[in-house]
């Protein structure tokens, strides 16, 4: 069974940065895409970055040229390099795992960015 574990997010000022990690254990296909997503209290869970396992990228609009999403499949981590935080990106992150026979989810990180 494969699970996922972020790392702790935080607390930061706005234009602060913070750097998010996803750890995966288990048997992952080689073929797969990694996500990542944010939810806040009374809204959807809406995907925030994705990064193919050949390393292609996507993000949603209101945070590109601030995050980067990275992989190291030899470590079977993802990371998420979040620049410039606003109060807007105040959430809880979770990390997904997306492949042919199913998605796998984390438990959620909560990040704050005060104003």
């Known amino acids: 069974q494969v699970q996922l574990v972020e790392s702790v997010g935080g607390l930061v000022q706005a234009g602060g940065s913070l750097r998010l990690s996803c750890a995966t254990s288990?048997?992952?296909?080689?073929?797969?895409?990694m996500g990542w997503y944010r939810q806040t209290p009374g809204k959807q869970r809406e995907l925030v970055a994705a990064?193919?396992?050949?390393?292609?990228?996507n993000y949603v609009d209101s945070v590109k040229g601030r995050f980067t999403i990275s992989r190291d499949n030899a470590k079977n981590t993802m990371y998420l390099q979040m620049n410039s935080l606003k109060p807007e990106d105040t959430a809880v992150y979770y990390c997904?795992?997306?492949?042919?026979?199913?998605?796998?989810w984390g438990q959620g990180t909560q990040v704050t960015v005060s104003s």
């Open positions: 997904c795992l997306q492949t042919v026979v199913g998605n796998a």
């Open positions: 288990g048997s992952v296909s080689s073929i797969n895409v």
């Open positions: 990064i193919t396992s050949d390393g292609s990228t």
